[in-house]
């Protein structure tokens, strides 16, 4: 059968990067393995303890009946709290006995093809540092906070779990078809700022990015802004994305199984065929083929986005 990843890829071992395939200049720091994996998680003493317990705070002023209730769920079920930034060991113990999880310290972004072969082992790299008092509000590098406060929750969902773990498994397929931006496109409207359908016109957000900051969790569920469109992996796959505003976009599911039979269980072998190398469509576009949940004004963007001082709500 024709799927997201290769089957008889053996995705125990770290895959070689084809020559003719672009990733990002990465210069990895000494002190790690081809793993990335930082040697032990950062003690963090009681000011940047104390920096995680008010952004956690932050985060429940808006989440409840804004962040997706398998995020609720995920966040009671495990270590994670106002008790400062969270043991990776103890964290990844009760993950493990949830969906077969961990969570592994690694110093910065790591390279695509590292990062893939962690997800397809359940492994989920995660920052060894936290943000300062200054840059509170908005951060370049994704840290601890966004890494395991934004994503963990999520894998303690069963079918979220396979989910990531073949989002890993289908980076060989794509580093083979050259089509890196293309997966990196389904991972930035799914995994970073996802929404889902929990009822009629009830919109709540399952992804890291929204799940993470305060303006993003109000302005993807409720503003009148950004368009909202049913996920659709053909059209995502070609649309382009902002990483550092708020998104014009956002795509939504209707559930974690609808996610899953979307991509696990489609043929991506042709879908790559198909695909340009570059995106085809920008990210406020609305197109032909689309099932519109809200047809977004784009005034946030129209005013200039971050930068000009618009408000985003
Ligand atoms: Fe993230």
Redesign the pocket.
Known sequence: MATLADQNQDFSVLPDLPADVFTAPLRKPAHVGDDWIEPAQTQYDAAEDAIWNDLYERQMDVLPGRAASAFIAGLQKLPLGQRGVPDFNELSEELGHLTGWSVVPVPMLIPDHVFFWHLANRRFPAGNFIRTRETFDYIQE?DVF??VF??VPMLADPVYADYMQEYGRAGWKAMRYNRLKALGALYWYT??FGLILEGPSDVRAYG??ILSGPTEAVFSTEAKSPNRIMLNVDRVMRTDYVISDLQPTYFVIESFEDLYHQTVERDFDRLYRNLPPAFTYANAAVIDVDDVLHRGTQEYLLRGGRGSGAKPI
């Open positions: 994704p966004h890494d934004g994503h995994v970073e890291a990015g």
